[in-house]
């Protein structure tokens, strides 16, 4: 059974940080692709970040290049987001999700996904 479980949003004020994990079970975490999406109320998913197996190649959206990091530790199964410069409008539920191998920016490819972490960034 996979299992993907996010720890680490909260309450942070606009230009402060914040770094999300997501712990995985029930996978071969190398051979999965993961990445981090967020919605926020009344509107679509949106893609953030994406890493490979093997952190060969990383992917962000265009809004958060240069402010957010995606990594992963293979050994404790867990992939990261460190999140710094927080702005109001990053202020969504951010969901963790995996697919076999080769990433993507759709949360349509995507298998399996976490309950959501609240993030919310105060101006």
């Known amino acids: 059974q996979v299992q993907l479980v996010e720890s680490g949003g909260g309450l942070v004020q606009a230009g402060g940080s914040l770094r999300l994990s997501c712990a995985a079970s029930?996978?071969?975490?190398?051979?999965?692709?993961m990445a981090w999406f967020r919605q926020a109320p009344g509107k679509e998913r949106e893609f953030v970040a994406t890493?490979?197996?093997?952190?060969?190649?990383?992917y962000y959206a265009d809004s958060v290049k240069g402010r957010f990091t995606i990594s992963r530790v293979n050994a404790k199964n867990t992939v990261y987001l460190q999140m710094n410069s927080l702005e109001p409008e990053d202020t969504a539920v951010y969901y963790c999700a995996a697919k076999p191998f080769y990433g993507g920016t759709t949360s349509g490819e995507y298998d399996y996904w976490g309950q959501g972490t609240q993030v919310t960034v105060s101006s």
């Open positions: 890493i490979s197996g093997i952190a060969t190649t990383t």
């Open positions: 029930g996978l071969t975490f190398r051979n999965f692709a």
